[in-house]
């Protein structure tokens, strides 16, 4: 291969400062535009759009099959973080730092990285456009970018949390998580008020598992007789699965929680400590509650650069994929993962784990020119922190039938669920899922199936 030294011309350069003083020539024109173009343009076996949960699974998992450099991973942030542990963080059990690890050290170094945002999908031409002026072509796209959180939607809610004084808070986002354990800490008296938005959200326990943990709190501080804990939802039930929302109902009579369903959050009112509440089996009509402490779930969406491409989207904007292959139901080479697909499960990071597999399978199998038949049966996992000691560990499937793991009755709260939820989940999340390891519990439940069987005997 022939090496220019350091200080010396090319021919390509001699060019362009020959053409550089005089008005260009067809031919000078056509060549600075095809170079231009040569220089944004990328090339790639598999795309996978978002450094998430699923993103740096697909990633692990295929860069390690296909080798290096046939995989991209477009995602702008520097960070990643565990956002299952954000309840822990709003309850003081964790700590932010405690949450994150750079992207750089959690993508496969098989991958390549490329840290800007996805601006535009193309279906028809196979190509993505970036916020760095790159257009990536690809043979194969994983769409895994996830939910945004659209706290803008509620008038008043972003001036409130943004507002140090305010006892306003939200465990959704890093820039406001560690904010919830100061308002419990300054929260004496009055009403706390814990909200689940009108629409489809990631890790649909988490609002009422800080209102849980909340509660505890004020009881471990002597404070629960002077602070009611109001729960208010917008969906018809307290929990999508029967067998849980029995126990849920049990636990909030227990502990004295009040629970309004199909109550919606319309705004915000911080320098009167007003919620304003939409009664949605009642349209129009409008609830102004007062609070001393206000936890909000914001409404959420898929990315806009998501929903503004309406030939990948649903009409409510998530990736139109079969339920079962998680394959596009237009674009055979397009697959999504995670919270951004169609899939009607509950969006979690067990969700997702459990996804992982059959994506990956489904993606090589097209790759090999084979028609996708791993299937995902909607399974989905929910931790429900119930204070500073216990937990429900929900599972389920599409059809909501319980899919429990472990041979005892996992409605009940537990230590041993906590524990593991606080301690080993991490460990597992960090070590294993991002590395491509780990595919759900699936294996662990054939082999404590044969303890359930023998207790039936």
Known sequence: MNRRLPGTISQCQKLLLATHNRAPTAFSSRFLSTSRVNRERQECQVLVVGGGT?????????????????????????????????????????????????????????????????????????????????????????????????????????????????????????KYVDHVYECLRRTNKGNAIFTFPNCPIKCAGAPQKIAYISEHYFRKMGRRDNINIIYNTSLPVIFGVKHYAEALMKLIKRRNITLNVQ?????????????????????????????????????MSTPDVVANCKKLVTPTGFVDVDQMTLQHNK????????????????KTAAAAAAQSPVVFRNVMAVIEGKAPTDIYDGYSSCPIVTGYSSCILAEFDYNLTPVETFPLDQSKERYSMFFMKKELMPVLYWKLMMNGYWNGPALMRKMFSVLKFNKKQ
């Open 263 to 299: 109550r919606n959050l319309v705004e915000v009112r911080h320098k009167d400590n007003i919620a304003v509440f939409e009664d949605l089996a009642k349209p129009g009509v409008h609830y102004e509650e007062t609070y001393s402490m206000l936890h909000v779930t914001p409404p």
């Open 54 to 174: 699923g993103g740096c699974a697909m990633a692990a998992k295929l860069s390690s099959r296909l080798g290096s450099d046939k995989v991209v991973v477009l995602e702008p942030e520097d960070k990643h973080y565990y956002q299952p542990m954000f309840t822990l963080i709003g309850g003081g059990m964790k700590r932010l730092d405690q949450s994150h690890r750079q992207m750089g050290d959690v993508l496969p170094t098989k991958a390549k990285w490329v840290k800007e945002k996805a601006l535009e999908f193309d279906p028809d031409n196979n190509t993505v456009s970036t916020s760095g002026g790159k257009t990536i072509k690809y043979d194969f796209l994983i769409i895994a970018t996830g939910l945004q959180l659209n706290y803008g939607k509620i008038p008043g809610l972003v001036e409130a949390l943004e507002t140090p004084s305010s006892n306003v808070c939200s465990i959704y986002s890093p």
């Open 331 to 346: 674009y055979n080479n397009v697959f999504a993962i995670g919270d951004s697909a169609s899939s009607p499960n509950s």
